[in-house]
């Protein structure tokens, strides 16, 4: 079951290019549960579009299967590069196996990303803090998790 659906799938994204795969499990019970991304997002018609792709060719009396298709929720973490690409603005918590960084990404290109943020350190001289601008850039390879954070202004 598992190379049909592959193959379902791949054909239903080829048809709506700004749709990317994030994961596909089909469990031992046939329980098949598709995530997807967008470079624009993804709207409810999407997941209806892919579901009804895959739905509408299996069929139920030769196997019977459960499916869900939904988008990529803001709470789960960055793993495609593509996601990176498409979050540049955004404000991410990038988690390292040496620190975790907060900022906002500015850059996403083949082998890292860019963050910017700022932050408040001591004065080289006198007392006192100063407002310094910050710069990290972080190769995709040492990234242990990056998700978007939601920020309410």
């Not at 791949?10 to 994030?22: D, R, S, T, V, W």
């Not at 996601?83 to 990404?105: A, C, D, F, H």
């Not at 850039?137 to 202004?153: G, L």
Request: proline content about 3%.
């Amino acid at each position: 079951m598992r190379e049909i659906v592959v193959e379902l799938l791949k054909e239903a994204l080829e048809q709506k290019p700004g749709l990317f795969l994030i994961d596909l499990n089909i469990s031992e019970t046939n329980q098949i549960r598709v995530i997807i991304d967008g470079d624009e997002g993804v709207k409810v018609q999407d997941c209806i579009d892919i579901s009804r792709a895959i739905e509408h060719n299996l069929d139920r009396e030769d196997q019977d299967f459960s499916l869900e298709v939904h988008s990529a929720g803001v709470s789960e973490p960055l793993t495609l590069m593509r996601q990176y690409k498409k979050n540049i603005g955004r404000k991410l918590k990038v988690k390292t196996s040496e620190e975790t960084i907060e900022g906002n990404l500015t850059k996403a290109d083949d082998t890292s990303i860019t963050l910017h943020w700022k932050t408040r350190e001591p004065k080289p001289i006198g007392k006192g803090k100063v407002t310094v601008q910050k710069e990290a850039v972080i190769p995709y390879s040492d990234i242990v998790e990056a998700k978007v954070m939601i920020t309410f202004n």
